[in-house]
């Protein structure tokens, strides 16, 4: 199945609300990274809710045929990365998610806040 970048943004948002994700924001990276088109970013209450977020991630994206390139933090789970090419998603402890403030970081960027 082909996606659009703005599509598979949208995927991860939705598998990440569905499990009760918080403030999550859709950045478009695009012509302001070389690395992504695409961040999702969203917070989550603990470390098991971290995963559970991560893992419908995977699960969701995978039913579309579309494979995870690479994962950082699952197993302290207090950041996870999961790349997919044009889009990553970023799944914080929220107290992690104010101290690398990768919104203001990457302020340049578009945000959409995802209201699922």
């Given at each position: ?23 999550i ?31 419908n ?42 101290f ?17």
């Amino acid at each position: 199945m082909i996606q659009t970048d703005n599509n598979l943004a949208e995927l991860v948002a939705k598998a990440a609300s569905d499990k009760k994700a918080r403030d999550i924001v859709i950045m478009d990276l695009t012509g302001i990274s070389p690395v992504t088109d695409h961040f999702v970013i969203c917070s989550a209450n603990s470390t098991t809710q971290v995963q559970a977020i991560a893992d419908n991630i995977e699960e969701q994206l995978a039913e579309q045929g579309i494979k995870v390139l690479h994962k950082e933090g699952y197993r302290d789970a207090h950041w996870v990365l999961l790349d997919y090419g044009h889009c990553v998603a970023h799944v914080f402890v929220e107290d992690d998610r104010q101290f690398y403030k990768l919104e203001r970081l990457w302020g340049d960027a578009k945000q959409v806040v995802y209201q699922g």
